[in-house]
């Protein structure tokens, strides 16, 4: 069982430059996330999709962009890297029901920007 | 929007002692409220949540309480192993969120000591 994968798992950029990290889930789950993890800051909601071709934003969705192209994948963009942006990366996804449920976690993408 | 407080930022137990961890939330309209453990170099992973028309819910050694007048939910571990040590989140979700309607505590890094 797969479950969601992440890649790249680590990443260094140098200001400016650009990247995109791809989330895989292979449990058909309609709900997919990108969150954010800092040290002493929690988990915080970047972008979120509720199904293929839908994206919205979450809490700290600046300098990020998404896309949802197939049910199974979730891509988030960096088109200009700042070191505020170093951070480790979680996907997630949620099956469809009348209540989200359970968060399935990837092991994270660690990205630096220098 | 919600906001969920998380204390203690690091807790230190004894093997085989018990551990507790509390959170609050500002949104009375609030119904899920889910516990996820972090182990390190991994995603999160849920072991334990509850609903609001429930006081305490029990899963072998960990058990989650809720009292909604005050606000307030905690995580209890009881005879506390090796392998409990890892970060462990609270989240809380609102009576209207949708799916980004979980927002995480800051989360609590829980040392079992030899």
């Known amino acids: 069982n797969a479950g969601v994968t992440q890649t790249p798992k680590f990443r260094v950029l140098k200001t400016g430059q650009s990247m995109t990290l791809l989330c895989a889930q292979d449990?058909?789950?309609?709900?997919m996330y990108w969150y954010r993890q800092d040290p002493g800051m929690g988990l915080r909601l970047i972008h979120y999709?509720?199904?293929?071709?839908?994206?919205a934003k979450g809490e700290v969705p600046d300098g990020y962009n998404v896309s949802r192209l197939k049910k199974q994948n979730f891509l988030l963009g960096l088109e200009s890297a700042a070191p505020s942006q170093t951070s480790v990366y979680f996907c997630?996804?949620?099956?469809?029901?009348?209540?989200?449920?359970?968060?399935?976690f990837g092991e994270g993408s660690r990205l630096t920007v220098l | 929007g919600e906001n969920v407080e998380q204390h203690p930022s690091t807790l230190s137990v004894q093997e085989g002692d018990s551990a507790v961890i509390k959170c609050t939330y500002s949104?009375?309209?609030?119904?899920?409220f889910p516990w996820y453990k972090q182990e390190l170099g991994k995603g999160p992973q849920l072991i334990i949540d509850?609903?609001?028309?429930?006081g305490e819910k029990k899963d072998q050694r960990i058990a989650v309480t809720l009292n909604k007048t005050a606000k307030h939910f905690s995580l209890h571990i009881t005879e506390t192993q090796p392998e409990d040590s890892a970060v462990y989140f609270c989240?809380?979700?609102?009576?209207?969120?949708?799916?980004?309607?979980?927002?995480f505590g800051k989360g609590t890094h829980l040392i079992i000591q030899p």
């Open positions: 989240a809380a979700r609102g009576a209207g969120g949708g799916a980004d309607g979980l927002t």
């Open positions: 999709s509720v199904g293929e071709g839908t994206t």
């Open positions: 997630a996804s949620s099956r469809t029901s009348g209540e989200i449920g359970e968060l399935f």
């Open positions: 509850i609903r609001s028309n429930v």
């Open positions: 949104d009375s309209a609030s119904n899920y």
């Open positions: 449990m058909n789950h309609e709900y």
